[in-house]
């Protein structure tokens, strides 16, 4: 089993910035992706950006040029900086941890409690 504690998130203006924190404990397989997830109000959850153990990120349109994420894989720790914040940001943060099995035949998904995030123009 896999823990996820997230730690940021608030209210914050339009053009403002924040940090999230998300604190992974437990069976970490080696071969793993961190990254974030946002779902706002009547929409689905969509990725936001996520980054290998070995640093590739990936990012979703909207968080290019705004958002970087960013991982200290001793800490088990991920990161979501997020600047040039947009009223459309406003969602709740969800982390999540992908792992794989040496093989890749087999995936587990782990997700955080959530944390929200509300931009006011």
């Known amino acids: 089993q896999v823990q996820l504690v997230e730690s940021g998130g608030g209210l914050v203006q339009a053009g403002g910035s924040q940090r999230l924190s998300c604190a992974a404990s437990g069976s970490i397989f080696s071969l793993n992706v961190m990254g974030w997830y946002r779902q706002a109000p009547g929409k689905q959850r969509e990725l936001v950006a996520t980054?290998?153990?070995?640093?590739?990120?990936n990012y979703a349109d909207s968080a290019k040029g705004r958002f970087t994420v960013s991982r200290d894989n001793a800490k088990n720790t991920v990161y979501l900086q997020m600047n040039s914040l947009k009223p459309e940001d406003t969602a709740v943060y969800y982390c999540n941890v992908a792992m794989w099995t040496l093989d890749r035949a087999h995936r587990y998904d782990y997700w955080g409690q959530g944390t929200q995030v509300t931009v006011s123009s």
């Open positions: 980054v290998t153990s070995d640093g590739r990120t």
